[in-house]
C-alpha cells in the first residue's frame, strides 16, 4: 500500500512459501527405504507446479497465503509492478536455522554441537532445498523484468535434481561431521508434506534461470560457514 501511494512504479516482490499449496492431500506417495516418491509420474519427474491449488493450511500458511494474494492482486487492481516467488527451502551460509525455520541449518548446528535432532514424522518427507546464492540469482532475474512479468507467481526451489529427504540430508551431515547422530522421532505436525518439489520450468523459462549448486556442495558449504562463524570462539578483544 505504500508503494501504491508514493505514486511512482515501485517493484514489489513477494517471499512466499510452498506452503500455501497446504498439505496436498491429493498427491499420493508411496514409501521406500527413505523417502516418500510421488505415484503420479509427471511430479515424480517434474515436481508441483503453480497450477496446484491454493490450500492455506496452519497459521504460517495462511498469512504466507494472504500476502501472496494480495501481491498479486495489487498488480492487477492498481498496476503495480509485483511478483511473487513460492520459496521451497533456502539455506547456505548465515542461515541461523531454528526448529521451525531453516531446518537444513538447524540439522547442521544441532550435529556439530552434538544435540540430538528430532524428527516430526518418519523423516521420509522429501523438499527440493535450495542454495541461497541460487535464490538471490532468482530475485535478482524478477526484478530485472519486473515490467514484462509482474502479477505473476513462479515456484522457487532447487528441483527435481536436489530433492532430498530428511533421512537422506540426515545422512550426509552424519559422514560429513562423522558422528553418530542422536535422533528421537515425533508425531507429524498438522499440515506437513509428504513430498514437495518445486516445478521451476515457468521460472526456468521465464528468466533463463536454474539451480547451479548442488545439494551435497551446498550443504558441505553451509557446514564450513557454521563451523567458522557459529562454533569456533571469538578472538579475545583488548582494551588499551
Not at 517434474?46 to 500476502?67: H, M, Q, R, V
Request: with cysteine; charged share 25%; glycine share 10%.
Amino acid at each position: 500500500e505504500a508503494a501504491r501511494r508514493s505514486g511512482r512504479r515501485i517493484p514489489v516482490i513477494f517471499a512466499s512459501t510452498n506452503k500455501v499449496y497446504g498439505g496436498l492431500p491429493d498427491v499420493t506417495v508411496r514409501e521406500e527405504d527413505d523417502r516418500c516418491v510421488p505415484c503420479d509420474a509427471g511430479i515424480r519427474a517434474n515436481g508441483i507446479d503453480e497450477a496446484c491449488g491454493l490450500d492455506f493450511c496452519t497459521p504460517y500458511g495462511c498469512s504466507k497465503g494472504a500476502a501472496d494474494q494480495y501481491v498479486l492482486d495489487y498488480a492487477k487492481s492498481y498496476n503495480l509492478p509485483t511478483a511473487v516467488l513460492r520459496m521451497s527451502c533456502i539455506y547456505g551460509p548465515r542461515q541461523f536455522g531454528t526448529e521451525d525455520q531453516g531446518w537444513v541449518a538447524h540439522f547442521l548446528l544441532s550435529a556439530l554441537s552434538g544435540r540430538p535432532i528430532t524428527i516430526y514424522g518418519n523423516g521420509k518427507q522429501v523438499r527440493d532445498i535450495l542454495h541461497v546464492s541460487d535464490a538471490v540469482a532468482a530475485y535478482r532475474g524478477v526484478l530485472a523484468r519486473i515490467d514484462d512479468i509482474k502479477g505473476q507467481a513462479f515456484n522457487l526451489g532447487g528441483g527435481p535434481g536436489n530433492a532430498v529427504s530428511l533421512r537422506m540430508l540426515i545422512e550426509e551431515i552424519g559422514e560429513l561431521t562423522g558422528r553418530n547422530l542422536a535422533i528421537r522421532y515425533d508425531r507429524e505436525r498438522t499440515g506437513d508434506q509428504p513430498f514437495f518439489v518445486a516445478d521451476t520450468r515457468k521460472l526456468e523459462a521465464t528468466l533463463d534461470w536454474k539451480a547451479h549448486v548442488s545439494w551435497r556442495d551446498g550443504v558441505r558449504d553451509l557446514a564450513d560457514w557454521l563451523r567458522r562463524h557459529r562454533l569456533e570462539p571469538e578472538p579475545a578483544r583488548y582494551v588499551a
